[in-house]
């Protein structure tokens, strides 16, 4: 039997073999993960070594990862991009300024040299916070988690698999298996449950953002990021407009017109599947009233007492 901790990169193929499957996905230690992650999951957990200057950014997929990035990008670096003409978002997708430790990164034979990247430094990963390595809970490290609801959740994460070829499965089979906690990265609801009740304990070190209140309010909450990441807007900023100009950079319409983001790709994966409507409430156009009722009832209960709101 293969022990996890004393795995060698050889033997990696070998432990994920072992794991369940279903479909693309392989079961490890109560989460679902698309098997060809699971390197990167497990090397990701056994050598990365985080620093107390690191801002980490965890997500489930498909809750606004890609904007999310643009932002934290954005707003870290706007001292050194005060001309927006010239802004690397104009020539870059957010995952090539943002990388992936999980998907990219790790997800390879070599353990990579993090060292050198400048301080502070950028990360993000869909792990969920129980999964995540020790390093990063002993650290001073910053996490900011982005969520949303799962009905918009699950219809974005039905048309993304679709699209790059991840599931042979049918919607309604997709959905059954959301349901029942079988889906990239999830069950959906644990993902969330463990990042929110950590935050309850360490509210100054992980901050929960959930895509509808960025998508109402987004001027507020770049400052809410802005402060928590220890780099408040100044008063002159915000009377130049800075927080405005960052907030229409990353919004829906501009990345997603840019041609970066209409004809390029970014490991293999067209950008332009990342950005489809960018809707709250789209999943109205999708789910049947009784797949509502059936989440309605399930986060319900998985949610009820934790102030979560679905
Ligand atoms: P929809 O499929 O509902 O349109 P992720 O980046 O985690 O993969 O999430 C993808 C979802 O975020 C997609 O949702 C996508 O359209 C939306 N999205 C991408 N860029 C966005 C932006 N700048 N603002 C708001 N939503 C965005």
Known sequence: HLQEDELTP???????????TTGFLSQYRGFWFPTKFMQGVLSLRKHFQAHDTDILMMTPPKVGTTWLK???????????HLDLQ?????????????????????NKKEVPDLTTY?????????????????????SKCKI????????????????????IGMTTDSFEETFDKFCQGVSNFGPYWDHVLSYWNESLEKSQRILCLRYEELKEQPTTHLKRIAEFLGCPFSSEEETKGMINDI????????????????????????NESLFRRGEVGDWVNYLTPQMSEKLDNIFKEKFHGTGLKF
């Open 86 to 106: 010239k802004h690397p978002l104009l020539t870059n997708n957010p995952h090539i300024l943002v990388p992936y430790l999980d998907l990219h990164l790790y």
């Open 144 to 163: 900011v988690y982005l969520y949303r609801n799962p009905k918009d959740t699950f219809v974005s994460l039905w048309h993304f698999l679709e699209k």
């Open 247 to 270: 907030s229409r950079l990353c919004s829906f319409d501009y990345l997603s017109k840019l041609e970066v983001n209409k004809s390029g790709t970014t490991h293999n994966m067209k």
């Open 10 to 20: 050889d033997q990696y193929g070998d432990f994920i073999s072992s794991l369940p």
């Open 118 to 138: 400048p301080s502070p430094r950028l990360f993000s990963a869909h792990l969920p916070y129980t999964l995540l390595p020790t390093s990063v809970k002993n």
């Open 70 to 80: 643009a932002i934290l990008f954005a707003i870290l670096n706007r001292k050194h």
